[in-house]
């Protein structure tokens, strides 16, 4: 006999992400930081069952091509992201987002720029996952952060040239 083992698994319902914002006072889907500097997004999220292990969510300016991502790991409701000196100047709009639950075989949501989410549930019966896609009512595609004081993008994409050689007989 076994003991002080996990619990076996009695929640096959996915986690759910009922708001984000910039702001933990109010919501704000748009939002200024400069390049180098810590950058908080709240977000309220929920769980039947087991509860929540981690969230993460990720960002990309369509330009540069140039992304970066941030995670919760203590459950707070707070993702700190310090965003890098590196980064190029512009506009970075949500790409994804995910949250997992603390089951062993963990169900999950993602939610996608496009306003879809995905779901993935442990179906216990069948012993594999299931998947549901749907429209999400979190606003997630014009979730914008504009980034200043980084980076200029480029702008020169001409190879140097060598425009004369000359050798010396010394």
């Known amino acids: 006999t076994v ?25 704000l889907s748009e939002f200024t930081q400069a390049a180098g500097e810590k950058l908080q997004i709240y977000y309220d999220a929920s769980d039947i069952g087991s509860g929540i292990n981690y969230l993460s969510i990720g960002f990309r300016d369509e330009v540069s091509g140039q992304s970066f ?43 996608s720029k496009n306003g879809t989410k995905t779901s993935r549930t442990w179906n216990e019966q069948e012993n594999t996952w299931d998947y549901f896609t749907s429209l999400s009512s979190l606003s997630a595609k014009d979730f914008k952060l504009t980034v200043t004081g980084g980076q200029p993008i480029q702008t020169d994409f001409t190879a140097p040239e060598v425009s004369s050689i000359s050798f010396s007989d010394t």
Do not use: C, K, W
Request: proline fraction near 3%; hydrophobic fraction near 25%; charged fraction near 20%.
């Open 3 to 27: 003991t002080g083992g996990q619990p076996i698994q009695t929640d096959f319902t996915a986690p759910e992400v009922s708001s984000i914002s910039f702001s933990d006072t109010t919501t």
């Open 69 to 111: 991502s941030g995670y919760d790991y203590d459950r707070d409701g707070i993702i700190t992201i310090h965003l890098s000196d590196s980064l190029f100047a512009g506009d970075y709009y949500l790409t994804d987002m995910n949250i997992y639950d603390d089951n062993y075989r963990q169900n999950h949501t993602s939610y």
